[in-house]
């Protein structure tokens, strides 16, 4: 197993870790801060293997599939540990969104067809980053006790919130839009 490989496998082995602190208080104020950490860690594992394997022409099958998958394993499973503070219909649709595209990739790779990532998924997937470490930290108790008394962090969390279901939506219209011919019947021909 490659180095880009065991940074995919690394990036799922931290996921229990991550949930496990991110539906604990074990460590108080802390934890927070511990999950931020492990997600924030989990998520440089994610450029990282992908530009070794490219870099090193270190690109495997294994790859390949395990590395989208860990992606929407370590979004899903904040996404789902964050229902309450995220509303849940708007995890679904982003989980959702997830899915379908990946049918969409499974079935074009079936048809020889790779469906790059487009400048509108790359950009739902920072935002959705920097909502889910946004949210973890949970700043609203420094943010009122040392700065103002306005719920700033709060608004700031619903925006970020609101601009990672917009994307999603647009990153998703935009991959059908681009691969609608991906799901015609090729026995029709």
């Known amino acids: 197993m490659n180095l880009a490989n065991k940074l995919t496998v690394l990036r799922v082995c931290t996921i229990p870790f991550f949930v496990f602190f991110m539906e604990t208080q074990c460590l108080g104020k802390w934890t927070a801060l511990v999950s931020a950490l492990l997600f924030v ?22 790859g390949k599939f395990m590395d ?25 649709c982003i989980i959702s969104r997830e899915l379908i595209i990946s049918g969409f990739r499974t079935i074009a790779a079936d048809n020889g067809i790779v469906i ?8 739902k997937t920072v935002c959705q ?24 962090y709060d608004i700031l969390g619903n925006v970020l919130i609101g601009l990672s279901l917009i994307l999603t ?21």
């Open 129 to 152: 980053m920097i909502m889910i470490i946004w949210l973890i930290l949970d700043l609203n108790w420094f943010v009122e006790e040392y700065i103002i008394d306005i719920p700033i």
């Open 68 to 92: 989208p998958l860990a992606d929407k394993l370590l979004v899903s499973a904040a996404l789902i540990c964050m229902v309450g503070r995220i509303p849940a219909w708007i995890v679904v």
């Open 116 to 123: 790059a990532a487009s400048i509108w998924g790359k950009v």
């Open 169 to 189: 939506v647009v990153s998703m219209i935009d991959y059908i839009a681009k691969n609608k011919n991906v799901l015609k019947d090729n026995n029709n021909k």
């Open 41 to 62: 860690g989990a998520s440089i594992t994610d450029a990282l293997d992908g530009h070794i394997a490219r870099k090193y022409n270190l690109v495997t099958n294994f």
